[in-house]
């Protein structure tokens, strides 16, 4: 189980590392909407979703052919650990902005890192497990990473009219334009 602990903690560096830089993705290539499938467009708690999301996928397809023979339940404890990171998130940042009345960087950063720590724990857990899981559990798993695809590639261009969609400072909802971007720093 060294093996697959191993893989786990390389993969919160890999979510966090990877997860930061698509925070700028989107103003870096001139906010080319094509982007705005992985890239955060603008500062909703959505967007942020998406920093671990996709990193968090990208490295449960890297390390499938290393640990699917080392473990049992990998769907399961993929599917679980994706969709903590968006709970943890949400717990943490609304937790302490209601305590502070304000959101604060540092504290947004120490939420992410949270979150993607909390994600690859909860991952670890039930990827360490030694009885095989039920094949409904591996499938209910792969409907949600499916569902979680299907949102995480579609609701940045279609967002929901709610909190987790707008964008604090200003308000909107969904992609902004260059011209927002350039004028809300």
Known sequence: MDKVKRWEIIGVFFIIGFGTTLH??????????????????????????????????????????????????????KFAG??????????????YTSLTGTHLLWADVIVFILSVIGGQWIS?????KTEKMQPSARNFAIAGLVIMLLAFSTLSYYPLNNFLFTHPETGEIGILSDYDHDHEH
Do not use: C, Q
């Open 82 to 95: 994706l969709f903590a990171m968006p709970v943890i998130t949400t717990i943490l940042f609304y937790g």
């Open 124 to 128: 670890l857990t039930i990827l360490t």
């Open 24 to 77: 700028f993705w989107f103003e870096w290539t001139d906010y080319w909407r094509p982007v705005a499938l992985i890239a955060a467009v603008n500062e909703s708690t959505w967007e942020h979703f998406k920093m671990a999301f996709w990193p968090g996928l990208i490295y449960a397809l890297i390390e499938y052919p290393f640990l699917k023979d080392e473990t049992n339940n990998f769907f399961v404890a």
